[in-house]
Structures are given as C-alpha cells and as structure tokens.
C-alpha cells in the first residue's frame, strides 16, 4: 500500500535549522510532483514548497531564500532543509504526492511531524 512517513521534526531555538524527510513507498515516486504543507494551531493548511517530477521548485514567500525542497528519486524520498527558523514556522508539516492521472488526480499524505520553535 502507500505510505509517506514523514521525520526530522522537533523542538529548535528560532534562528536555528532542522531536515525533515519524507520516506514513501508504493508509489512510482519519479513521477509525481511533491510538496511539503503545513498547519499551525487555528489555521488552514498551507503549501510551504514543491517540487515538480522535473525537479522545478516553488517557495511559499514566507520561506524564500531560508527553506530548500529537494528530492531523491533513487531513495523515492523528499526533503526540507529549514534554516533560520521562526517561531511563526512552528506547526505540523505534512508530505503530499500529487499526480495527474487520466482518470483525475491522485493525491497521499503523509502523517505529519510537529515542528517547534521557541524564541
């Protein structure tokens, strides 16, 4: 079956960096665009950054120039380098695979992993 299990979350001092990665299986990983989204306490679910099957990229602007999306093919695993963090970044990240299928699209989540930063 599918899974995208999510790690790398935790607690970090703001200005401070942390890796999350997103690990699937049971899906053909090359081509689907991928995506990391997050979801603060009281707040709606918003795309962070995404990356297309052809490695092409896209920031939230509250991320610019501090995240880096990035994939692995060979290890059907997605990553988020987070550097100087905030403490408005705390929230639940999730991993999204997206593919356009003739039928629709077909889209998996993962679990989501917390991320906290103090001030």
């Known amino acids: 079956q599918v899974q995208l299990v999510e790690s790398g979350g935790g607690v970090v001092q703001a200005g401070g960096s942390l890796r999350l990665s997103c690990a699937t299986s049971?899906?053909?990983?090359?081509?689907?665009?991928m995506g990391w989204y997050r979801q603060a306490p009281g707040k709606q679910r918003e795309l962070v950054a995404s990356?297309?099957?052809?490695?092409?990229?896209n920031y939230a602007d509250s991320v610019k120039g501090r995240f880096t999306i990035s994939r692995d093919n060979a290890k059907k695993t997605m990553y988020l380098q987070m550097n100087s963090l905030k403490p408005e970044d705390t929230a639940v990240y999730y991993c999204?695979?997206?593919?356009?299928?003739?039928?629709?699209?077909?889209?998996?989540w993962g679990q989501g992993t917390q991320v906290t930063v103090s001030s």
């Open positions: 999204n695979a997206h593919l356009i299928t003739l039928i629709g699209p077909q889209d998996y």
């Open positions: 990356i297309t099957s052809g490695g092409r990229t």
């Open positions: 049971g899906i053909g990983f090359s081509s689907y665009a």
